[in-house]
Structures are given as C-alpha cells and as structure tokens.
C-alpha cells in the first residue's frame, strides 16, 4: 500500500488522494498534525532527494518560526525538519526506491498507472 505522507486539509495533498482514489490505487495516509515522523525516515528520504526539494521554506510554520531570519544551514535544516513535520513539503510519497515530494499529475500518472 502506498502512504501518502502529509495533512488531510493541503490542497497538493488533496489532489493526491484524488488521483490515488480516481485510479482505484489503495493508500493510507499519514498526517503530521496528528502522527510524527521519524528523523531515521527524514534522513533515509535526503538520501533519495535533495534538502530543497524537501525542506518547505514558504510555508506558514516557516514564516512563524521566523527561521529565515536564522539562515540554516542543510544540517540545521534536517533537524527542523525532525522537530516540525509540518516544514516538509508535501505531499512525500515513498514508492519503491524514489521518494515522490510534491504532486504532479503527469509524474503520479508515469509512476503509478
């Protein structure tokens, strides 16, 4: 089963689940406002993509956290992340060996069908 790593209310997260749902593709999702991530699966994910594709530096828990103002390294960005699930960008998807970040329908559509 596919696990759609984000929260229920993202849109990107809601298109997901739509296509997933569309294309009778079971899932299950996990929510970062209610379960939290390990870093042991942050850091396996960095390994399959980069810190800037990971790492949401535009979203609102960025912005409140002020951490722009702190100008992070990628190390001190990883421990952000371990700290705040809600700084990832989402949605994540694991699927074999690749680590999908973000939803694009023709990339969903290549993958996935």
């Known amino acids: 089963m596919i696990t759609i790593y984000g929260i229920k209310n993202c849109d990107s997260v809601k298109k997901a689940v739509s296509f997933f749902k569309n294309n009778n593709i079971p899932?299950?999702?996990f929510d970062f406002k209610t379960q939290k991530l390990s870093c042991?699966?942050?850091?396996?994910?960095l390994t399959k993509t980069d810190?800037?594709?990971l790492f949401n530096?535009?979203?609102?828990?960025y912005r409140?956290?002020?951490l722009k103002e702190l100008n992070l390294n990628e190390e001190e960005q990883?421990?952000?992340l371990c700290k705040e699930n809600l700084l990832i960008k989402r949605p994540v998807i694991e699927y074999k060996d690749e680590v999908i970040v973000g939803f694009k329908e023709?990339?969903?559509t290549r993958i996935f069908k």
């Open 106 to 108: 023709e990339i969903y």
């Open 64 to 66: 409140n956290l002020k």
């Open 51 to 53: 810190m800037k594709t």
């Open 27 to 29: 899932y299950e999702i």
């Open 78 to 80: 990883e421990k952000w």
């Open 40 to 45: 042991d699966t942050i850091s396996r994910w």
């Open 57 to 61: 530096a535009r979203s609102t828990t």
